[in-house]
């Protein structure tokens, strides 16, 4: 069964909404690596990427009787995420510090060793740096811009697509979009060396202090390691695919097709199953 056509879609929530075990933990496999990278993306970190894809999860199951197919099914558990997200009370640390792009750029100026790093596992630990980097750009950005960046520029979704997501008009979105690209676009000419071969920054002489500041930790690479959707982008064809577009929206759109962690959303199916979670009233 395909499962992203419209029609599918429709018969699998009706059956969902039936209280049809089999069906809830399907919508669940069929959202939840959307819905993670989607939050992952928004709060930065794995762990909470996985606790905030758990909570949007669960609202999007006890709300698909109120799903009447206004948009794929994809699309309408995105705004409801969105919707989570937005609102998440728990800071990121950049957010907490109230870093801009301009402050993380001298920070990145003072990681940086004279040299490249040529250590144990320095090609996987340098694919490590760039992906926790491109995360933590994301960060130093307000969420509602930060939203409409990783919507339009990231998951491509349409602008009237994205518009209806956030909640606003579409001409209010493409301004959000249009000053998140200006300030990551200027931001990453001026410091990265991968957007632009003139800027001073490069993963590789940050490697050693990443890992000094336990920013990297080299038993366990958070994001390069990470696992990704069955026939799914790698990092190495990530990588590829960015030095051949080489500019900006590349860098921060370059992260492998992660996988939500399968225990977890196996323990959601399982709860939203058991008849002892009342969200299909």
Same mark, same amino acid.
Not at 155 to 178: M, P
């Given at each position: 069964? %395909?499962?992203?056509?419209?029609?599918?879609? #429709?018969?699998?929530?009706?059956?969902?909404v039936e209280?049809?075990?089999?069906?809830?933990? %399907?919508?669940? +496999?069929?959202?939840?690596?959307?819905?993670?990278?989607? &939050?992952?993306?928004?709060?930065?970190?794995?762990?909470?990427?996985?606790?905030?894809?758990?909570?949007?999860?669960?609202?999007?199951?006890?709300?698909?009787?109120?799903?009447?197919?206004e948009a794929?099914? @994809? @699309?309408?558990?995105? +705004?409801?995420?969105?919707?989570?997200?937005?609102? $998440?009370?728990?800071? @990121?640390?950049?957010?907490?510090?109230?870093? *801009?792009?301009?402050?993380?750029?001298?920070?990145?100026?003072?990681?940086?060793?004279?040299?490249?790093?040529?250590? =144990?596992?320095?090609?996987?630990?340098?694919?490590?740096? #760039? $992906?926790?980097?491109?995360?933590?750009?994301?960060?130093?950005?307000? #969420?509602?811009?930060?939203?409409?960046?990783?919507?339009?520029?990231?998951?491509?979704? *349409?602008?009237?697509?994205?518009?209806?997501?956030?909640?606003? @008009?579409?001409?209010?979105?493409?301004?959000?979009?249009?000053?998140?690209?200006?300030? $990551?676009?200027?931001?990453?000419?001026?410091?990265?060396?991968? &957007?632009?071969?003139?800027?001073?920054? #490069?993963?590789?002489? +940050?490697?050693?202090?990443?890992?000094?500041?336990?920013?990297?930790?080299?038993?366990? =690479?958070?994001?390069?390691?990470?696992?990704?959707?069955?026939?799914?982008?790698?990092?190495?064809?990530?990588?590829?695919?960015?030095?051949?577009?080489?500019?900006a929206a590349?860098?921060?759109?370059?992260?492998?097709?992660?996988?939500?962690?399968?225990?977890?959303?196996?323990?959601?199916?399982?709860?939203?199953?058991?008849?002892?979670?009342?969200? $299909?009233?």
């Amino acid at each position: 069964m %395909d499962t992203g056509s419209e029609i599918d879609e #429709r018969e699998l929530v009706a059956r969902a909404v039936e209280g049809d075990g089999a069906a809830v933990s %399907d919508v669940v +496999r069929l959202l939840q690596d959307p819905i993670y990278r989607l &939050a992952l993306r928004m709060v930065w970190r794995p762990a909470d990427a996985e606790d905030a894809t758990q909570e949007i999860l669960v609202r999007v199951v006890g709300n698909l009787a109120g799903w009447r197919g206004e948009a794929k099914l @994809t @699309t309408w558990a995105y +705004r409801i995420g969105v919707n989570y997200l937005l609102n $998440l009370k728990r800071q @990121t640390p950049l957010e907490a510090q109230q870093l *801009s792009l301009d402050q993380f750029g001298e920070v990145l100026r003072d990681d940086l060793a004279d040299e490249d790093y040529r250590g =144990p596992e320095s090609t996987l630990l340098t694919h490590e740096v #760039r $992906l926790n980097c491109s995360q933590a750009m994301l960060q130093c950005l307000g #969420r509602d811009e930060r939203i409409a960046y990783v919507l339009s520029d990231v998951f491509e979704v *349409s602008s009237d697509e994205a518009a209806w997501i956030v909640g606003v @008009t579409a001409a209010a979105y493409r301004k959000r979009v249009e000053r998140a690209k200006k300030r $990551l676009g200027n931001f990453l000419r001026s410091a990265c060396g991968l &957007a632009d071969p003139q800027a001073f920054c #490069r993963c590789s002489r +940050r490697v050693e202090k990443a890992i000094e500041l336990g920013r990297v930790d080299p038993r366990r =690479p958070a994001f390069a390691a990470h696992p990704i959707t069955p026939g799914g982008r790698g990092v190495e064809e990530a990588e590829r695919q960015m030095v051949r577009l080489h500019d900006a929206a590349a860098v921060l759109g370059a992260h492998p097709d992660y996988a939500a962690p399968q225990a977890k959303m196996e323990a959601i199916a399982g709860l939203l199953r058991s008849g002892r979670f009342p969200l $299909l009233d």
